[in-house]
């Protein structure tokens, strides 16, 4: 292995570890800050499987396969560089960042809903009232026929009634 490639292998080292830590806090700070601390677990395995690979495939490609251990340890101080002197800096950043998405997320939901969803709910309300209307004015017309055209008769008294009167 050439030094220029060791230098190679070093800077690629260097860069992948801090993209680790970017990476991993972009992620903490967008999605698993909000999660229990199972999904965390799951998300935090399957993040750094993930970047595993990453990592295996560029320093596979500079180095034409053989990935020597201290490159493993030149990542992990690439990540430490960007934990002690970036991440203080990053998290200020990210907060006002993080809010501003926030921010145009609610907005675009609520336009979305403005456009898509508030006129079924409008044309939902406008014929329930017509029906409601409908259904109270039908049912007094129905009502009204009934007293007019269908009048109760009168109770005759039934000669049992009026021979039972007499008995006593």
Same mark, same amino acid.
């Given at each position: 292995?050439?030094?220029?490639?060791?230098?190679?292998?070093?800077?690629? /080292? %260097?860069?992948?570890?801090?993209?680790?830590? =970017?990476?991993?806090?972009?992620?903490? $700070?967008?999605?698993?800050?909000?999660?229990?601390?199972? #999904?965390?677990?799951?998300?935090?395995?399957?993040?750094?499987?993930?970047?595993?690979? +990453?990592?295996?495939?560029?320093?596979?490609?500079?180095?034409?396969?053989?990935?020597?251990? $201290?490159?493993? %340890?030149? +990542?992990?101080?690439?990540?430490?560089?960007? $934990?002690?002197?970036?991440? *203080?800096?990053?998290?200020?950043?990210?907060?006002?960042?993080?809010? %501003? +998405?926030?921010?145009?997320?609610?907005?675009?939901?609520?336009?979305?809903?403005?456009?898509?969803?508030?006129?079924?709910?409008?044309?939902?309300?406008?014929?329930?009232?017509?029906?409601?209307?409908?259904?109270?004015? /039908?049912?007094? #017309?129905?009502?009204?026929?009934? *007293?007019?055209?269908?009048?109760?008769?009168?109770?005759? =008294?039934?000669?049992?009634? *009026?021979?039972? *009167?007499?008995?006593?």
């Amino acid at each position: 292995m050439s030094l220029h490639t060791q230098y190679l292998l070093l800077f690629y /080292s %260097l860069i992948i570890g801090i993209y680790i830590g =970017v990476t991993y806090d972009l992620l903490y $700070y967008f999605i698993l800050m909000h999660f229990k601390k199972a #999904v965390k677990f799951i998300c935090d395995l399957l993040f750094f499987i993930i970047q595993g690979f +990453i990592v295996f495939q560029v320093i596979y490609n500079v180095n034409d396969g053989i990935i020597p251990f $201290y490159s493993y %340890l030149i +990542i992990g101080i690439g990540f430490m560089v960007y $934990y002690n002197s970036s991440q *203080s800096y990053y998290k200020r950043q990210l907060y006002p960042l993080k809010k %501003l +998405i926030k921010y145009g997320y609610k907005k675009i939901i609520k336009l979305l809903k403005y456009i898509f969803v508030k006129p079924f709910v409008d044309s939902y309300l406008f014929f329930e009232k017509i029906y409601l209307f409908i259904k109270r004015k /039908s049912i007094k #017309v129905f009502k009204f026929i009934k *007293s007019k055209w269908f009048k109760p008769k009168k109770k005759q =008294v039934s000669e049992s009634n *009026s021979q039972n *009167s007499t008995e006593l």
